[in-house]
Every structure is written in structure tokens, then in C-alpha cells.
């Protein structure tokens, strides 16, 4: 009787030492999918780093060809201009 309650035993144990392998799997598969999008998350940030420079050196050009287009007006006035009209 002793031999069959340590055979369950043993099944037992090898079937919980099963189900932490599985788990230690899925956690692992888990980690590298993490990884991966962590990977694509960095390289759309410095792609949309560079068009956030090449954008705001483009405004600059811009503002500053309006600046010597119309010496007259300031952006801040400018925008004091927009906000009374409403």
C-alpha cells in the first residue's frame, strides 16, 4: 500500500516539475515577444525623432523666410492678432 502511495507521489511531483517547465517556457516566449517589440518600439522613436528635426528646421527656414518677407509682423503679434479675433 506504502508502494502505491509513493508512486502517486512520484507522478505528482513529476507532473507539478511539468508544469513549472511549461510555465518557465511560456514566461521565456513572453520575454523575447517583449524584446522584440521593445526593439520596434526604439526604432520607430528615432525614426520619428528625425522627423521631428527635419520638420522643425523646415519651420525655421519658414519663419525665418516669413521674418524677412514681412519685417513688420512678429509672431507674437501675430498670434495676439488670431486670439482677438475670436
Known amino acids: 500500500m506504502l508502494l502505491y502511495v509513493l508512486i502517486g507521489l512520484c ?3 513529476a507532473g507539478v516539475a511539468g508544469l513549472q517547465f511549461t510555465y518557465m517556457f511560456y514566461l ?11 526593439h520596434e518600439l526604439e526604432k520607430e522613436c528615432r525614426s520619428l525623432t528625425n522627423q521631428l528635426a527635419s520638420v522643425k528646421s523646415e519651420l525655421k527656414m519658414k519663419n525665418d523666410m516669413l521674418a524677412a518677407a514681412f ?4 509672431e507674437e503679434e501675430a498670434w495676439a492678432d488670431v486670439i482677438d479675433d475670436r
Open 11 to 13: 507522478l505528482s511531483l
Open 71 to 74: 519685417p513688420e509682423f512678429e
Open 28 to 38: 521565456d516566449r513572453i520575454d523575447n515577444e517583449r524584446k522584440k517589440r521593445l
